[in-house]
């Protein structure tokens, strides 16, 4: 159903294929899921992914990757394993056993999983850092450092955020490789986004 990019995936996509390093900065509601899931979803289908971590501050941004990927991987090759907080943890235990494409988790529930061993940093070869600013706030840096320091030095970094603070700039930097920034932040989120 889509016909044409938002500013954020018109931007972010041709970066991501050619698997730059990225700090996006856009607003909720600007299509920025897409923006990162479509062209990983490539990069997996032509070999120049091995997996992807997805680490979102909240299990309902988590939930809500997780369908949306649902629907751009019909009837691919793709599997993926959703692992976050207060939700059955033997469940997800026996999804990452069947060594998934994607991972989409909390930082407290991914690093749990790390720690005894379920869930394998080192094969991860591309990560999406998303909502920083979130996480952060949450009080997720130490989870976030943790994460970051047992994947491989190789690897493809998506950093998604809505501001760039000095706490921000300072794990950007520990943590990504010549990154090229797309800032598309807009006053139109709410125009996009329905509030109950």
């Known amino acids: 159903g889509y016909k044409t990019p938002t500013p954020i995936q018109d931007e972010t996509i041709p970066f991501i294929l050619q698997r730059k390093d990225v700090v996006g900065s856009a607003n909720t509601g600007t ?9 990983l979803i490539n990069n997996l289908a032509t070999k120049q992914a091995k997996r992807v971590l997805v680490v979102t501050p909240t299990r309902e941004l988590a939930a809500q990757i997780q369908s949306e990927l649902d629907i751009f991987k019909e009837r691919m090759n793709v599997s993926s394993a959703l692992c976050i907080g207060q939700m059955n943890i033997i469940h997800q235990i026996n999804n990452l056993r069947r060594d998934p494409s994607f991972v989409i988790g909390t930082p407290g ?60 700039k300072a794990v950007m930097d520990q943590f990504l490789h010549e990154p090229v920034s797309v800032n598309v932040k807009t006053r139109q989120s709410a125009e996009n986004v329905n509030q109950d």
Do not use: C
């Open 31 to 39: 299509g920025k899921t897409a923006a990162f899931l479509i062209p």
């Open 109 to 168: 529930r991914l690093k749990d999983l790390a720690q005894n061993n379920y869930l394998h940093l080192k094969k991860y070869d591309t990560i999406v850092l998303d909502e920083v600013d979130t996480m952060l706030d949450m009080g997720f840096i130490n989870d976030m450092k943790f994460l970051i320091s047992h994947l491989p030095e190789e690897r493809h970094s998506l950093f998604f955020s809505a501001t760039i603070s000095k706490e921000i």
